[in-house]
């Protein structure tokens, strides 16, 4: 037995543990900061950075300096930055693999940084794929037309169902003309009805027995028939001819109402008119908001994720999808069952923490109670608030968040925001409309229901509004820099509902109804302008054609007086 | 590496007992083919260092067995998981998860437990099979290998100088 046991291996056991502790002790630090700074990588999908990592056992506690992460769609800057995380450990439930973290402070928090060098992590570059011809980007907010056209020029572009008429009529009348000259060469002419005249006096000399007479009077009822045979033809064509006249002059009637509906419609579709300006909100506001809130959601998220850990079904059968595989390569991972716990604890919980956010405006202090993945343990749903007042051009702000997720059936996140005092700046271009500043009282809130579904609304009221006037010298330009001037407040009402993967943004305000009561009158006149103007156009552009169907209709005319003249002079023989 | 190998060839040849260097096998086999960092893996470590095996074949042995490990670690997690959530044992799992000291050891990991599961079952056969092929090689082919072309070939190595320094 003795030759079995080697108790020199006792001390060789106790060395190489030694050895294992103190490295664990000196290099923990360094330890923990390459798991926060891979971990962060794998889930944020760029690179999150740590400047150091202290940490302490006696009492347990974690003690972060400069984290940094990375905007994964904008690797040149950093989505957040963090000057100093301290963080208290229960030592307690580390024995379970449980993270339990009572305190939490977090100091120097910044958002939207700039990076010294890109943070993007190879293979995870996103290209935005480029837009499809015709295709949009997002909803956008269409800009009023604020160009009062040439009508000329409007003319160069735009077909006139009225000319086209009216040129359809002259090739129409052109192609009767020919016809009915063509038919009217084929009917009895002059020299047809002089030899009608010449066989009735042959009748009338000769013979005179009643033979003789007997014979001419069959002859005279010859002629006759066949005189009136010729009479039904002339009129059959006659007939034709009126008919066609008759359609042709309708429809070159009808050529002044075409103008007329041409004008209408073109008078619409250019002429000035307050309608073109019921969206200044949109053109002024549209794209920040279409953006905060498309900023807004991206980040909410790429947050979701983490708000619910993935249960690890016990019964699920042990297929592996590919990600899963890829997985398994790495060698000694695998799944960790969960089994039914007799003091359940989350994985990970931060249950009070304090922050202090830096903007530029100055320091928001805040709180953040119950960050976990699992809420149905903790029995309370995560929550966020961060205020600040007399910041830099803003009085007072404030922003709750509550992400609850401690049941499914209830789960929906709310987000309220409110603001005083918030200096707005510069919006607009300086040619068409710029407000030069403001200052906003906001109010917003913002539901997800089950995660999915954004129901978002926001006020906004402007007050000390300051509008600047347009260096464009057009008039309508002009009007509108006139009224906006008198404009001193106005309110916004903005909301985005719908899928978080596509939703419906909408933005309104009573300035469109001020502007739009302002400018009733500027384009009044302008229109009367305007439409003098198109009309002529009109009438320059369709009046040789107009004037040559009459005269080419008078053609078809003298048409129907020589047929007139043909029947005349069968009836005279009769 | 030489020098390992050198080793190896040196204890094969050696007094050394058979059931020494098939223990160590053994245990090098638990060590391969567990995750490293499992708390198991401590009380191996500790038997390593108090019973007489032989060092030179477990470090070998540690280096084909977790060789091995990475291209069956799917096998692992499979027969991991389908031992975790059998039902008939469901209970005997959620004691043992209530329990700090097993919780530590990662019991509930599927590749941990496939992989614990598996050396433990193939520890006694290695054991014994090892411990014959030992025997056999040493009855039968040691002289034999001694006197063919291939290890006149060796003895002119680097390797065998390295192994004769050693002995």
New interface residues.
């Given amino acids: 037995m003795k ?5 020199k ?2 001390a ?2 106790a060395v ?2 030694a050895v294992l502790v103190l490295f664990t002790f000196l290099f923990a630090d360094r330890l923990v900061k390459k798991a926060i700074e891979t971990t962060g990588t794998l889930i944020v999908g760029a690179r999150v950075e740590l400047a150091d990592a202290d940490l302490s056992f006696f009492p347990a506690g974690l003690s972060l300096t400069g984290l940094a992460v990375t905007n994964p769609d904008a690797p040149m800057r950093n989505a957040v930055e963090a000057r100093r995380i301290a963080l208290s450990i229960e030592t307690a439930p580390l ?3 449980k993270w339990i973290l009572p305190e939490m402070s977090a100091t120097g928090i910044r958002f939207d940084t700039e990076r010294s060098r890109s943070g993007a992590v190879a293979g995870k570059e996103k290209a935005t794929p480029p837009l499809k011809p015709g295709e949009k980007d997002g909803k956008t907010f269409s800009l009023p037309s604020l160009d009062m056209k040439d009508p000329r020029k409007i003319l160069e572009q735009e077909p006139l169902a009225s000319l086209e008429e009216a040129k359809k009529i002259q090739t129409d009348i052109k192609q009767l003309e020919t016809k009915y000259k063509e038919r009217i060469a084929a009917l009895p002419d002059e020299a047809h009805f002089k030899a009608y005249e010449d066989r009735i006096k042959a009748l009338k000399s000769g013979k005179s027995g009643w033979k003789a007479l007997l014979s001419k009077a069959s002859d005279l009822k010859k002629i006759t028939d066949e005189i009136e045979q010729d009479l039904g033809t002339i009129k059959t064509v006659k007939k034709d001819l009126e008919t066609d006249i008759q359609t042709l002059k309708t429809r070159v009637k009808a050529l002044p109402s075409l103008a007329r509906a041409d004008y209408d419609r073109l008078e619409k579709k250019y002429g000035p008119s307050a309608t073109g300006l019921d969206n200044v909100t949109s053109l002024l506001f549209g794209d920040a908001f279409k953006g905060k809130v498309a900023t807004a959601v991206k980040w909410y998220k790429k947050i979701q994720p983490m708000l619910e850990k993935k249960k690890t079904d ?2 699920a059968p ?1 297929t ?1 999808t590919k990600e899963e ?1 890829e997985v ?2 790495i ?12 003091r359940p604890l989350p994985d990970f919980l931060i249950s009070n923490g304090s922050l202090e956010v830096e903007i530029p405006a100055g320091i928001l202090a805040g709180t953040l109670k119950n960050v976990t993945a699992q809420q149905p343990l903790v029995g309370r749903p995560m929550a966020l608030t961060l205020s600040g007042k007399k910041l830099k051009g803003i009085d007072s702000v404030a922003l709750t968040a509550i992400l609850d997720r401690v049941s499914p059936k209830t789960a929906g996140d709310r987000f309220t925001f409110s603001g005083t005092g918030i200096g707005i700046k510069p919006v607009g271009s300086e040619d068409s409309l710029r407000m030069q500043g403001a200052s906003a009282a906001v109010t917003g809130k913002a539901d997800i229901s089950g995660g999915t579904t954004l129901d978002a609304d926001l006020t906004a009221k402007l007050t000390q509004v300051r509008f600047a006037t347009s260096t464009d010298q057009g008039k309508l330009q002009q009007a509108l820099s006139r009224s906006l001037k008198e404009v001193k407040a106005f309110s916004i009402q903005g909301s985005a509902s719908g899928p978080l993967d596509d939703y419906d943004l909408s933005i309104s305000s009573d300035l469109d109804t001020i502007l739009k009561k302002a400018l009733k009158n500027a384009t009044q006149e302008l229109s009367v302008e305007f439409g003098k103007g198109l009309q002529a156009a009109i009438k320059e552009k369709t009046g040789s054609a107009f004037s040559a169907t009459g005269s080419d209709l008078g053609g078809m005319t003298a048409l129907d007086d020589t047929l007139a003249q043909k029947l005349q002079d069968g009836k005279n023989l009769m | 590496m030489i020098q390992l190998v050198a080793n190896l060839l040196k204890l094969l040849n050696s007094e050394a007992e058979p059931a020494q260097i098939s223990l160590a096998l053994c245990l090098a086999m638990v060590l391969g083919f567990t995750p490293l960092f499992s708390l198991h893996n401590l009380i191996i470590l500790f038997i390593i260092c108090v019973v007489r095996v032989n060092l030179s074949a477990c470090l070998l042995g540690w280096a084909i067995f977790s060789g091995i490990a990475w291209l069956i670690d799917p096998l692992f997690h499979g027969l991991g998981h389908w031992i975790l959530t059998l039902p008939s044992l469901e209970g005997l799992w959620t004691s043992l998860y209530n329990l700090s000291l097993f919780r530590l050891a990662r019991f509930n990991n599927t590749v941990v437990m496939g992989s614990l599961l598996t050396a433990l079952v193939l520890f006694v056969p290695l054991f014994l099979v090892t411990n014959r092929l030992i025997a056999g090689y040493r009855t039968h082919l040691l002289a034999w290998v001694d006197k063919s072309r291939l290890m006149k070939i060796f003895k002119a190595s680097k390797i065998y100088d390295v192994y004769k320094a050693l002995a």
């Fill in positions: 030759k079995w046991i080697r108790i291996g006792v060789a056991f190489i543990t024995f379970f693999r016990k019964n042990a592996e595989a398994k390569r060698r000694g991972k695998g799944i960790d069952i969960a089994f039914t716990e007799k």
